[in-house]
Structure formats: C-alpha cells, structure tokens
C-alpha cells in the first residue's frame, strides 16, 4: 500500500501544479482515482483517461503493489458527478 501511495502522491504534485486535485482509495483490488478541478484549472493539461490509467498501471508494475491492484478506475471533472 505504500508503494501505491508513494506513486499517486507524486502524480498528486503534478496534476496540483496545472490545477487539479487529485484523490484515491484501494477497495477490493480497485483503485479508484478521482481528479477534480480547482477554478484555476489548465483544461489542456489534463490527459486522456486512457494515458493516465496507462501510466499509473505502468508504474504500479515496477513495484510489488501492482499485485494488489487488479483493476483502475478513473474519474474526472467532465465525468457525469464528476
């Protein structure tokens, strides 16, 4: 879990600095990840979802976590109740 953590605290910073919050919880094997945005927010900034779900799936394989996570769900801020 701590690994996890490690990786989306960094990812936390970057989406921070063009204006987005970034949230996330592990239930059952799921990673839920929810970005939200501040009013200051780069709409360009924001990757695909699909980009995003790569690279996170990418780097949770460089560690032992990606085990734990057997699925990845995003949401973002166009998302219906996003």
Known sequence: MEAIRTIL???????????YDLAWSLD????RVKITARPDACAECL?????LRGLIAGLLAETD???QVRA???R??????G
């Open 28 to 31: 059952g094997g799921v990673l």
């Open 9 to 19: 605290e960094d990812l936390r910073s970057s989406f921070e600095a063009d204006g």
């Open 72 to 74: 990845i769900e995003l």
């Open 76 to 81: 973002y801020p166009t998302d219906p109740g």
């Open 47 to 51: 990757v695909p979802k699909d980009a």
């Open 65 to 67: 976590a990606g085990r």
